[in-house]
């Protein structure tokens, strides 16, 4: 019964952090056209602030802990899908930090990236969140 709480945990975080992963881009498009310091500037910090603290990061925190607990209690890693998987996730967490680096960017006005630009790495996310679904349904190699 445990095992499936934190299973059922695990599910709502990267559900969670996967909002968060695939929003935040979005608003980076959007706030990449508006002048440092105006009024919109300030709300779109704001909201890529909040959920970045408050949202994405915590989740992030939740998905590792818990997929790394199921991972030891199922025994799966021995498994090379699970280090397929693992790999995709260290790429998607090495991304979130991107995402951090960018919002500090926009914060103290030095952002130099483009909308385009954010449109493009908004794709990011989707692809590894598709390949880890995969991985994880299918198991290859097993």
Do not use: C, Q
Request: overall charge positive.
């Amino acid at each position: 019964m445990f095992y499936l709480a934190i299973k059922s945990l695990h599910v709502i975080a990267v559900i969670s952090w996967m909002a968060g992963m695939l929003y935040l881009p979005r608003l980076f498009v959007y706030h990449a056209g508006v002048k440092h310091g105006s009024a919109e500037s300030n709300l779109f910090e704001t909201m890529e602030f909040r959920l970045l603290r408050y949202i994405m990061t915590p989740a992030l925190i939740v998905v590792w802990l818990s997929g790394l607990y199921l991972a030891a209690s199922a025994g799966y890693f021995v498994a090379p899908w699970l280090h397929a998987k693992m790999t995709l996730v260290l790429l998607m967490s090495g991304l979130h930090g991107l995402l951090g680096k960018h919002r500090r960017d926009f914060a103290v006005g030095s952002n130099r990236k483009t909308a385009k630009y954010f449109r493009v790495l908004n794709e990011g996310p989707t692809v590894l969140m598709i390949l880890v679904v995969i991985l994880v349904i299918v198991k290859p190699f097993s």
